[in-house]
């Protein structure tokens, strides 16, 4: 009974830190996503960025993600332009340096995942494309990154899941989500099997509904790769 | 009346490789001119050429009367004004030999994509035009499928409504059977046909002799990069005068 209601109390505290999880994941994958949309966009058209974008990757992709947060939230407040930057109020808070670490690290692979589907574009959807009239971001939104895109989805999905996990380094600029709990509740009663169990089962959960809408959302992006129904 | 399309000395290079060597061309409104010749002759680089997907090295390209500017930039010719491009492109309905329907939008979708995008048409009346083309090219119930679902003379002659649904002043065809089924190139060729009726301008790159002998009002071979002999088809098909033109009809007709 009593080793029920511990388990039961766990949980109940871990599930507090799941809408931050979620709200750092949603954030991330969003901003992370569309800047990884704009780096590969650049890499594949706008050849002075080229270099920097593989750089770019290059050191994203290279360090680690706790490396790169411990960087934002120790490191940027040394720099005094930074202290006195309009964006200080945000760069001083764990939150924000967290969101920040995320994004850019994910917008790395992000931007990987989304030049394989750019390189799988069919030649002949842009030419056909070019020969109505279609240049520039016209080009790209209607046709090449649509394209490109639900190629990329199936393993850009897989990067949504790692990002799910990667939030929990979040914990490590002391925020309390899901993970941060899960240590708090340990130093408190040296129980780290059962409280590293109930967290490891919601972030099963959260990906499993994560996979689920993935895969839904492949299904609906792709009609013409289904079978004919007419 | 001002030519639809005229090209002036037009030469084109990839690399060292010198596929156009000065070809000049003139298309009255109505006309329809086959172009033949050998693989590798340069058909589809001229073709290319007109709406510049393909960027000539010199030359004039002429469309309805309007020059397509170019300028030289660090010694490679590009278009000077690529808002003058896209809208001239838009006048010339190009029809590919793979067709290039775009795989993500129903047949519907793909005839009105560049009229409403492109040319900035009302979405209601692009809809309404683009049905009544489907009509014409016999695909009307088969205006929601997606292209992976259709066959080869389908894809073609959706290929074609789109090229149509831009209003096109001229439509340039670039071998448009030349990757079906033999069993499915009739009901294409019978949609180009039908558009020879209408009185529409068009340059046709074909290997079938006899459909163009009997459409185009000019024939012209095309050899190593330049105009060997041009004329009537049933002169250029029937008796030719190089010797080269000659060799090669004979080869075709044979087959
Ligand atoms: N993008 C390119 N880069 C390099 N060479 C090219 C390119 N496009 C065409 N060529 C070359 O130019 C020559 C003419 O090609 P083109 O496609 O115009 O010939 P074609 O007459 O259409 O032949 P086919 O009947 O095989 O279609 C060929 O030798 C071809 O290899
Ligand atoms: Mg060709």
């Known amino acids: 009974m009593n080793e029920l209601s511990f388990l039961g109390d766990t949980m109940r505290q871990l599930l507090s830190g799941v809408p931050l999880t979620v709200e750092l994941t ?11 949309i704009v780096l590969s966009v650049l890499r ?3 050849a002075p960025f080229a270099s920097f974008v593989r750089f ?4 994203l992709r290279g360090t680690p993600l706790l490396l790169q947060m411990f960087l934002i939230y120790y490191g940027l407040g040394q720099f005094d332009t930074v202290q006195h930057s309009v964006l200080w109020p945000f760069l001083r808070q764990p939150y924000w340096c967290a969101i920040l670490a995320l994004s850019l690290n994910t917008a790395a692979y992000g931007s990987e995942i989304i030049r394989g589907g750019l390189q799988s574009v069919p030649p002949g959807s842009i030419e056909s494309a070019r020969a109505c009239g279609m240049s520039g971001l016209l080009l790209y939104r209607r046709v090449i990154l649509p394209l490109a895109l639900r190629q990329a989805l199936p393993a850009y999905g897989s990067e949504v899941i790692a990002m799910v996990k990667s939030t929990s380094l979040a914990s490590i600029v002391t925020l309390m989500e899901i993970s941060g709990i899960a240590y708090a509740i340990i130093s408190e009663t040296y129980r780290a099997l059962e409280v590293f169990l109930c967290a490891g089962l919601i972030y099963l959960v959260i990906n499993f509904v994560l996979t689920r809408a993935i895969a839904s959302l492949e299904v609906w992006l792709n009609p013409h790769l ?4 007419s | 009346m001002t030519p639809a399309i005229v090209i002036r000395d037009l030469h084109k290079s990839f690399g060292s ?5 000065g070809v000049s061309l003139d298309a009255a409104e109505g006309e329809v001119i086959s172009i033949i010749g050998a693989s590798g002759s340069g058909k589809s680089t001229l073709l290319r050429c007109i709406p510049l997907l393909e960027l000539p090295d010199s030359g004039e390209i002429i469309i309805g009367g309007e020059t397509l500017r170019m300028r030289s930039r ?3 010719s590009e278009p000077a004004d690529t808002t003058q491009v896209n809208r001239i492109r838009g006048t010339l309905g190009f029809v590919f030999q793979s067709f290039n329907l775009w795989p993500h939008m129903t047949v519907l979708q793909n005839l009105i994509e560049a009229p409403i995008h492109v040319q900035k048409r009302p979405r209601a009346e692009c809809i309404a035009e683009a049905e009544a083309l489907l009509k014409k090219v016999g695909m009307a119930e088969k205006r929601n499928a997606y292209p992976s679902h259709l066959s080869g003379g389908q894809q073609q002659r959706a290929a074609i409504a789109r090229a149509l649904a831009m209003r096109p002043r001229a439509l340039l065809f670039d071998e448009p059977t030349s990757s079906l089924d033999p069993e499915l190139v009739g009901e294409v060729l019978q949609v180009i046909a039908g558009l020879v009726a209408e009185g529409r301008t068009m340059l046709i790159v074909t290997h079938e ?3 163009a002998a009997e459409v185009s009002s000019r024939a012209i071979f095309l050899h190593a990069g330049r105009i060997e002999e041009e004329g009537h088809p049933k002169q250029v098909f029937g008796d030719p005068v190089t010797e080269r033109c000659r060799a090669f009809v004979a080869r075709h007709l044979n087959r």
């Open chain 1, 226 to 229: 289904r079978s004919a129904t």
């Open chain 2, 74 to 76: 660090h010694g490679r």
């Open chain 1, 26 to 36: 949603i954030i991330s994958v969003s901003v992370g996503g569309a800047l990884a």
């Open chain 2, 17 to 21: 490789l010198e596929v156009l060597k």
């Open chain 2, 209 to 211: 002799m006899s459909f």
């Open chain 1, 44 to 46: 594949a058209s706008f």
């Open chain 1, 56 to 59: 770019y990757v290059f050191a």
